[in-house]
């Protein structure tokens, strides 16, 4: 049974994991933001992830990105890096893959009982 809070994030049961990358000179946004953000709200006992959101992308890359995360396992994040790699020709791909990459490492530690 999941216990909700007014917000949405589930009660005791997740755990945020964030990452950030540098975006390429030859992106406009660089100039502006200067990074890309992900961020992955993920049920710590299932290593599923429940919800994703990220800064920079247009609608159609934001969409793809959510849908491949959303629903996958922590454990699947190599087949998402492959996806990403396949499906989204975009000066942003490396920051999405190098936020992705981040974002596993602070899962395994974190599993491992390390405290980022």
């Known amino acids: 049974m999941e216990n909700k809070t007014a917000n949405g994030i589930l ?3 997740t755990v945020i994991f964030a990452g950030f990358s540098r975006l ?3 992106v406009s946004s660089k100039y502006v933001y200067g990074c890309f953000g992900l961020e992955v709200e993920v049920d710590i006992d299932k290593g599923i992830i429940v919800d994703a959101s990220c800064t920079l992308l247009p609608s159609l890359g934001e969409k ?3 849908g491949l995360l959303v629903s996958n396992s922590m454990d699947n994040l190599g087949e ?3 996806e990403i790699e396949e499906r989204y020709q975009s000066a942003c791909q490396r920051a999405i893959v190098a936020t992705l990459e981040q974002i596993n490492k602070r899962y395994i530690s974190f599993k491992k009982g390390k405290k980022i």
């Open 11 to 13: 009660a005791r049961k």
């Open 24 to 26: 390429p000179e030859n």
């Open 64 to 66: 793809l990105l959510l």
């Open 80 to 82: 998402v890096v492959k």
